[in-house]
T-cell receptor, first 115, second 110 residues
Framework: EAEVAQSPRYKITEKSQAVAFWCDPISGHATLYWYRQILGQGPELLVQFQDESVVDDSQLPKDRFSAERLKGVDSTLKIQPAELGDSAMYLC?????????????FGPGTRLLVL | KQEVTQIPAALSVPEGENLVLNCSFTDSAIYNLQWFRQDPGKGLTSLLLIQSSQREQTSGRLNASLDKSSGRSTLYIAASQPGDSATYLCAVKDDYKLSFGAGTTVTVRA
């Protein structure tokens, strides 16, 4: 069964360092999402891609976060510089298209700890 | 802005008891509602998806109902097992965006 792949699974970094997360969606899925889940809360959308284009990045802290999906397949989310409040689970999801009835399939997530 | 609330935040039951998890949302103009399971430190596993035109969905011991007009959904898990221990999240989709509740953490005691 096809799955969304993410790496690394865990990342510990120091404040002010740069970190990057990678996501490989299910093959053929045009829509890719990055979510942030703070402990004890539900995931919140950071950015949505349709192919290589950003559809929604309204909740992305653009002063320190960036996301790209250059060839419309895999994607990278970067934080520079990392802050203590960035400690969270970063989840990637993909769907076949952006239609409302499409199911989003989630990856295993990257757990980030900023010290 | 869509607000999704899940009550209770945590639940502990003995094995074999039926589980009832509640989810409420503020804007009834949704396309669908989805229930997810999340094990500690893991990603999300989709359990059930209910389209806005549907009243319920069933999968094995799981049954989810949707009352869109009142902004409520309930997830029933029959004959709970220790393996059902996890956090259960509901999420509603409106205008292409998925909004999540904070989840209900379930512990099933053997």
């Amino acid at each position: 069964e096809a799955e969304v792949a993410q790496s690394p699974r865990y990342k510990i970094t120091e404040k002010s360092q740069a970190v990057a997360f990678w996501c490989d969606p299910i093959s053929g899925h045009a829509t890719l999402y990055w979510y942030r889940q703070i402990l004890g809360q539900g995931p919140e959308l950071l950015v949505q891609f349709q192919d290589e284009s950003v559809v929604d990045d309204s909740q992305l802290p653009k002063d320190r976060f960036s996301a790209e999906r250059l060839k419309g397949v895999d994607s990278t989310l970067k934080i520079q510089p990392a802050e203590l409040g960035d400690s969270a689970m970063y989840l990637c999801a993909s769907s076949l298209e952006a239609r409302p009835q499409e199911t989003q399939y989630f990856g295993p997530g990257t757990r980030l700890l900023v010290l | 802005k869509q607000e999704v609330t899940q009550i209770p935040a945590a639940l502990s039951v003995p094995e074999g008891e039926n589980l009832v998890l509640n989810c409420s949302f503020t804007d009834s103009a949704i396309y669908n509602l989805q229930w997810f399971r999340q094990d500690p430190g893991k990603g999300l596993t989709s359990l059930l998806l209910i389209q806005s035109s549907q009243r319920e969905q069933t999968s094995g011991r799981l049954n989810a109902s949707l009352d869109k007009s009142s902004g409520r959904s309930t997830l029933y898990i029959a004959a709970s097992q220790p393996g059902d221990s996890a956090t259960y999240l509901c999420a509603v989709k409106d205008d292409y965006k998925l909004s999540f509740g904070a989840g209900t953490t379930v512990t099933v005691r053997a």
